[in-house]
């Protein structure tokens, strides 16, 4: 029965709370530029308005066109139960459960170009195409930032390896993560989520001809992992795990507030980078991450 | 005798489907449907029940009693012959028909029964002269498969190719098993750990089975191969043969003392292998050729958890080393069984539409909807993503490596390098695979032969579903081959033993199946909301553009573009472009060719510079009588001389 | 003894140089046969002490093959090739004289320096074989016709029978009748194979014999 309460709360936490976080970083643009910007909750309206709404499917997609964006949606929502949440820990854990999260995310990523591939467009295959071979990238970083995690931690538990602080490399874990969050999540200055020309999208491009509730898996998927994102990388810094639930709760909250305030600020002060210049930016994150490794390797065992 | 019953059926199906099989092809098919179940039952009993079988015979074979055994280790790669060898001889039925290939259908039937009995062979002697004789049988039978259809050049050319490579294999091989007997004093094959001088064979022995192994750099004759053959016999290469020279690396690592090296060695000849591999396989535009370059990745994934294996042994049998074992051996598996199914769907596809080209595909997932789906699962496999097989052994693999890298010893400088090639190598794999399935099954067919494509029939049909079924249920259920693995590694190490998974292999088993579970669901309710919502079909709306034709589909080059760019140090690709001109241009070409670059960037500059010396040396080949006693009278001289300076010092 | 040995192997030396300065054929053929008999003759005197049928039979067998029956059957060849003389060889006639003359004085030289028994320190025998195998090989690479050419192998072989001589009392003379045996019949083959070559080619020149090459 506990058990049950506990799946349920945490399914409704991470379902939930995960569309606040693009209202959020809409608002900071908007504040930014002088703007009101659209409501908060602005997602919610959308998502609701998508779910009721019919599909328009391309006369050459098969049926993966819509299971695509299904199955998507199940890997980041697994992805997200699989993340621990300070003390509260994870709906399952086990001894390498880091690398299922890992290939979780990737399997996201799998379907989310196969749908779009299935359309046939030039649109679509380019989108696909660069996010896929920028994955490449970041997938680097994202190895290097948890083998710091586990040389830091001796662990390869994601709750073991998230619930003390980062130690002496966490200024440069943190940048790292927060650069392959920025990447990951298609986020200024690696694709700007607000632009629908050809030469410059990369996820925005693969759902163009998506629609209705398939759409609707796709954007809350996204949310989801963003939130994912920037829960690893509260938990990467901060020693949330070791703090009391309440306490926890209460900097595990105001830290993601903080990424997420975070990430608009860079959206709105920033401007995208030339396509040939994003390697330059993700190799730079996997060698920060790679740094926090080194200092987490000299810095004696645990 | 009881295991003896079931292998001698097998050998006895097997020979007789030799001899029947030129004339006909049912009985045929039976037979080594027959044999091929025998094998996998002795396999099976073998690795359940951790017996041993020896057979030993009155006869002798060149000088020595013919001396069989089988074994863990043995085992575990017979079934993977007999699982892929029952299903690649079903698929041939329809594949490589007496109707579609009169000529050679019959050789192709009489040379595959003649593959799975020389692998057995290999397999299962206990003489290093006999294993000679049969390594040089099955390198001979690969030949003529991958040669049948002798008609087209490149064919013939691969050939070649395969030959001279495996001869070059076999000599380092001669040599290995020239020594061993020489030091050991008789050809027998066995434990013999204790003999510390044998420790430098291992170089020989890794290169021999390596060039057989095909990673990186000797995989030179991997591509064209595997690309050329028949895909029912490029499956059998992918899947089963080159694991041949796995087993010949780990049966005699395991029997011989290995020098300090050795772990490093392997492990950074599989990761290198792991991520050059797979780039090179994005970048191919032939489908086939992606599929035997995606081989050379996973032989190197293999070579890492080998690799690691080896360090474990030599630092006081740390349990990380277990792990890693297991995951290659579970690999071994995987791979068989994925790449074969992979390679059985680009059979289907080359079978309806003639091509191997991708950027002459498109849009079959409208006629062939089990050749898709069934291929789109070998893609999910193959780039290792859950809840399939693949994930399962990478995973293996992968805690072996991070067990290595909070050791912090020496021994991380080299796991943490190649846990971050291997993450690499992942994504580069999902990208080569996303692009192969787009390019052939979506979107729009790009020439008239992918419009008219056909599905395929029930004999190619039923050996995919049989293979899919197997990456699923290791995917789901890895717990139950457990045993199995562990019994393998346990061969190859005794001290190790067997035991409990020393990973959570059940709760990643259960985690997996819950997945898979929530996926169907998922994916039923959305279809059903958005036909509940309406379904409309339209044009692609692809941003409003009034007139799409399927030539202005992405193509598979500018696919892989970005990746390809980043790695053309290597790849030293061949360009041909032709701008368009004026304001009405009516053509405009750009052709690329990515070369197999260790064969021809590097080897082949060699072999024309040594022909060049030979032609030079060719004149002095004139035929004039004179000459030559000259050139007699001149060598007795010179052998006076040096007598005469001999004698004065 | 030494003395009439030094003379006879003298003289075989100067007919080496005969051989090498005579362009007819003719002339060629009769100073290989002359230099075969002479050469005939040294078990005789070698052996003298010890005189017994066999070496007394092996000697005239020796002298007449030597000197009858090889000539005859080069002289039979020539005749039917219709050539008389060596025209235009590779090494001229001239410094193949100077060669030979040279190469025999680099021979006595050498001779000094190898360790002999105690009975052919005086004599002439190494420097001799050595002077005839050089001319012999000169012969072979300086000629072109094929007649010149087996006499120069004819030659090569008088100087390693003479270098057997050293051996005289270990070789069995079973084996030297052997090698005499197969250099007659060699002969009588090579005299049909230049019928042939004639026949083929017009010709006795070896240079045109190059198609068989690799």
């Known amino acids: 029965m506990n058990l049950i309460l506990d799946l349920i709360l945490r399914l409704a936490m991470w379902l939930l709370l995960a569309p606040l976080l693009p209202g959020i970083i809409n608002k900071v643009k908007a504040w930014v530029a002088g703007r009101r910007g659209p409501p908060v909750l602005q997602l919610y309206y959308d998502l609701a308005k998508l779910w009721r709404k019919g599909v328009v499917m391309s006369t050459l997609a098969s049926p993966g066109f819509i299971i695509g964006p299904a199955v998507g949606w199940v890997a980041l929502l697994s992805a997200a139960l699989l993340m621990p949440l300070g003390p509260a820990g994870s709906a399952v854990s086990f001894r390498g459960d880091v690398l299922l999260l890992i290939y979780l995310l990737a399997l996201a990523r799998f379907c989310t170009a196969w749908a779009a591939m299935e359309t046939g467009s030039a649109f679509e295959g380019m989108g696909s195409a660069r996010e896929v071979s920028y994955a490449v990238l970041t997938e680097a970083a994202i190895i290097a930032a948890v083998l ?34 920025l990447a990951e999540n298609c986020r200024v200055p690696f694709d700007d989520p607000n632009t629908h020309l050809e030469l410059t999208m990369i996820h925005e491009a693969m759902i163009l001809d998506h629609s209705g509730p398939p759409l609707a898996a796709i954007l809350h998927g996204a949310s989801i992992k963003l939130l994912l994102f920037a829960v690893l990388l509260v938990q990467a810094v901060l020693p949330i795990g070791e703090m009391s639930p309440l306490a926890a709760a209460g900097v595990l909250a105001g830290g993601v507030l903080t990424v997420t305030v975070g990430v608009g600020l860079v959206e709105s002060l920033l401007a995208r980078l030339a396509f040939r210049r994003v390697p330059l930016l993700l190799t730079t994150a996997f060698l920060l991450c790679l740094f926090a490794l080194l200092v987490a390797w000299k810095g004696g065992a645990k | 005798m009881t295991l003896g019953l079931p292998l001698f059926i097998s050998f006895l199906a097997l020979a007789l489907s030799v001899a029947v099989g030129y004339r006909r092809p049912r009985t045929w098919l039976a037979l080594t449907v027959t044999g091929t179940v025998a094998g996998l039952v002795a396999a099976v009993y073998v690795l359940l029940s951790g017996d041993r079988w020896e057979w030993q015979s009155d006869f002798l074979l060149g000088g020595e009693a013919l001396r069989l055994r089988l074994d863990g280790l043995s085992a575990l790669f017979l079934l993977l012959v007999a699982v892929v060898g029952g299903a690649g001889a079903v698929y041939s039925h329809e594949y490589w028909s007496d109707e579609h290939n009169p000529a050679s259908a019959p050789r192709g039937r009489v040379w595959w029964s003649s593959l799975l009995l020389s692998m057995g062979l290999v397999l299962t002697v206990a003489n290093g002269l006999h294993f000679l004789i049969a390594w040089e049988l099955f390198a001979l039978c690969g030949y003529f498969l991958i040669t049948l259809d002798r008609r087209r050049s490149g064919v013939r050319a691969a050939g070649w190719l395969y030959l001279v490579a495996s001869h070059a294999g076999t000599m380092c091989l001669f040599a290995f098993f020239g020594l061993l007997a020489a030091h050991t004093g008789s050809w027998e094959l066995g434990p013999l750990r204790e003999r510390g001088e044998l420790a430098p064979l291992f170089w020989l022995a890794l290169i021999g089975f390596g060039l057989k192994a095909g990673f990186f750099p000797l995989h030179i004759w991997l ?62 535009n032939d489908f086939k050729r992606l599929l035997a370059y995606c081989s050379v990745e996973n032989i190197g994934i293999i070579m890492i958890g080998v690799g690691i294996a080896l360090l474990a042994v030599s630092h006081d049998d740390a349990p990380w080393g277990r ?44 006629n062939m909807p089990w050749t898709a789906g069934l291929f789109a699962l070998g893609i999910l496999a193959v780039a290792g993503l859950p809840p399939l097989n693949g994930f399962v052994s990478e995973w293996l693999i992968y805690l072996g490596l991070f067990d290595v890298a909070t050791g912090k010893g020496a021994l991380a400088w080299i796991a943490m390098p190649a846990a971050v090639m291997l993450a690499m190598a992942g994504a580069i794999a999902l990208a080569s695979f996303a692009k192969a399935g787009a390019m052939i099954f979506l979107g729009a067919p790009r020439t008239q032969p992918a419009a008219r494509a056909h599905e395929c029939g029930y004999w190619m049909r039923g050996p995919m579903l049989g293979l899919a079924a197997v990456c699923g249920i290791i995917g789901l259920a890895p717990v139950l081959f457990w045993p199995a693995i562990s019994e393998a590694v346990a061969c190859w190490r005794p001290v190790w033993g067997l035991g409990e998974p020393p990973a959570p292999l059940a709760m990643l088993g259960s985690a997996q199946v819950t997945l898979a579970i929530i996926i169907l669901a998922a994916a039923v309710w959305l279809w059903r909301k958005s036909r509940d919502n309406g379904l409309r079909r339209g044009l692609t709306w692809d941003c409003a553009y009034a007139v799409p034709t399927a030539r202005m589909q992405y193509t598979s080059a500018s696919f892989a573009g970005i990746v390809a760019g980043w790695f053309r140090w290597l790849m030293l690709p061949e360009r041909t472009v032709h701008r368009p001109h004026g ?8 052709l690329e060719r990515v070369p197999e670059t260790v064969l ?19 004149r002095l080949q004139h035929g004039r009588l004179q000459f030559y006693i000259l050139y007699v009278v001149a060598g007795l001289i010179g052998i006076g001389l040096l007598v005469l300076w001999g004698g004065a010092q | 003894m030494s003395g009439t040995l030094n003379l006879l192997i003298g003289l075989a030396m100067g007919l080496n140089l005969i051989a090498l300065g005579s362009s007819r054929l003719p002339s060629l053929i009769r100073a290989m046969s002359l230099q075969g008999v002479l050469l005939g003759m040294m078990p005789l005197l070698m052996e003298h002490e010890r005189l017994d049928w066999r070496v007394i039979l092996v000697a005239l067998a020796t002298m007449a093959g030597k000197g009858v029956v090889i000539p005859t059957l080069l002289r039979r060849a020539m005749r039917a090739a219709n050539i008389e003389r060596e025209i235009q060889p590779f090494i001229g006639f001239v410094p193949s004289l100077l060669l030979g003359a040279g190469g025999t004085i680099a021979a006595v030289a050498l001779a000094r320096g190898l360790p002999l028994l105690p009975e052919h320190v005086g004599t002439l025998l190494v420097p001799g074989s050595l002077a005839a195998i050089l001319t012999g090989f000169i012969l072979l690479i300086g000629r072109a016709k094929a007649i010149s050419q087996v006499c120069g192998y004819l030659i090569l072989e008088n100087g390693i029978y003479l270098f057997g001589l050293l051996l005289i009392h270990s070789t069995p003379l079973l084996v030297e009748s052997g090698i005499l045996l197969d250099v007659t019949v060699g002969v009588f083959i090579i005299g049909i194979i230049v019928d042939r070559i004639q026949r083929a080619f017009d010709s006795l020149d070896t240079r045109k014999l190059t198609t068989l090459r690799e």
């Open chain 1, 148 to 181: 710091s995690l586990i040389v830091h931690t001796s662990s390869v538990t994601l709750i073991t390896m998230l619930a003390p602080s980062a130690g002496a490399g966490a200024a440069l874990l943190a940048a790292g993560l927060f650069t392959v969050l």
């Open chain 2, 223 to 284: 591509p064209s191969a595997h690309a050329n053959a028949p895909s029912h016999v490029s499956a059998i290469m992918s899947g089963v043969a080159i694991k041949m020279g796995v087993y010949g690396i780990l049966r005699f690592s395991g029997w011989l003392p290995v020098p300090a090296a050795a772990g490093w060695v392997v492990v950074s000849l599989g990761a290198v292998s792991a991520l050059l591999g797979i780039a090179f396989a994005f970048a191919q």
């Open chain 2, 323 to 366: 792990l890693a074992l297991a995951g290659a051996l579970l690999h071994v598996w995987n791979h068989g069984a994925f790449k074969s199914l992979l390679f059985f769907g680009a059979g289907s596809v080359l079978h309806a539409t003639g091509t191997r080209e991708l950027s002459r595909l498109g849009g079959l997932a409208r």
């Open chain 2, 583 to 590: 304001y009405f241009p009516a053509s405009a070409i750009r």
């Open chain 2, 600 to 618: 021809e960037r590097v080897l082949a500059p060699v072999g024309n510079l040594v022909m060049h010396a030979s032609h030079t040396a060719l």
